[in-house]
């Protein structure tokens, strides 16, 4: 299946937004709806994750072991210039954004 987006680089940040996506791993219309929030870590702050509790994923993906459950976060907007630290308790976590995605770094 095939994954497109649009990406865009300034500086050291790279801006990259999901415009179509049919990934084999997560389900296919997860941009279908938009996020309804925004993730931001700023330049020098530490913003912390906890996904892999049940409500705290916007969608959960079983697998066959030995992989992993996918905890999938869905956010409008994801801006990441500082450090994301993820507690994964015992998922593997998918950190979706439906406008724009930016990690700079």
Not at 7 to 29: E, F, I, K, R
Not at 51 to 70: K, N, S, W, Y
């Amino acid at each position: 299946m095939a994954q497109s987006h649009s990406s865009q680089q300034s500086g050291d940040a790279v801006d990259m937004a999901l415009t179509s996506t049919s990934p084999s791993n997560l389900p296919a219309d997860i941009c279908d709806t938009p996020g309804t929030s925004d993730l931001t870590v700023e330049a020098g702050t530490s913003k912390y994750l906890f996904p892999g509790v049940a409500d705290t994923c916007d969608a959960r993906i079983p697998q066959e072991p030995p992989l992993l459950p996918i905890c999938i976060r869905k956010f409008a907007n994801v801006t990441i210039a500082g450090q994301l630290l993820v507690e994964s308790q015992n998922v593997a976590v998918a950190i979706v954004a439906t406008d724009t995605f930016t990690v700079a770094g």
